[in-house]
Nanobody
Framework: QVQLVESGGGSVQPGGSLRLSCAAS????????MGWYRQAPGKGRELVAR???????IYADSVKDRFTLSRDNAKNTVFLQMNSLKPEDTAVYYC???????????????WGQGTQVTVSS
């Protein structure tokens, strides 16, 4: 089993900043990719940012130049620094990882429980 533990959500005024963290633990041989998705009320889940094991970064167009994804490989942890937050960033943010467990040759998708981010004046 793999666990993704998220922290750092909360409420902030427009223009403010928040930092999300996600730590993966459990039976992990390797992590192929790790990042964040979000889901706003009444909308589908969308990719926010993701980093692969090779270091390739992908950002949603809506967060480019405002959000920064980084990682600590030794701790299987990713961080999402969110600056210049807007009301439309309000959503539940989910950590996601593609994890290869020992004995397998391919990765499985794992999700965190979600953390609420609310941007409002």
């Amino acid at each position: 089993q793999v666990q993704l533990v998220e922290s750092g959500g909360g409420s902030v005024q427009p223009g403010g900043s928040l930092r999300l963290s996600c730590a993966a633990s459990g039976s992990i041989a390797s992590i192929n990719a790790m990042g964040w998705y979000r889901q706003a009320p009444g909308k589908g889940r969308e990719l926010v940012a993701r980093i692969t094991s090779g270091g390739s970064l992908i950002y949603a167009d809506s967060v480019k130049d405002r959000f920064t994804l980084s990682r600590d490989n030794a701790k299987n942890t990713v961080f999402l620094q969110m600056n210049s937050l807007k009301p439309e960033d309000t959503a539940v943010y989910y950590c996601h990882a593609v994890v290869v467990v020992p004995g397998r040759s391919y990765g499985d998708n794992w999700w965190g429980q979600g953390t609420q981010v609310t941007v409002s004046s």
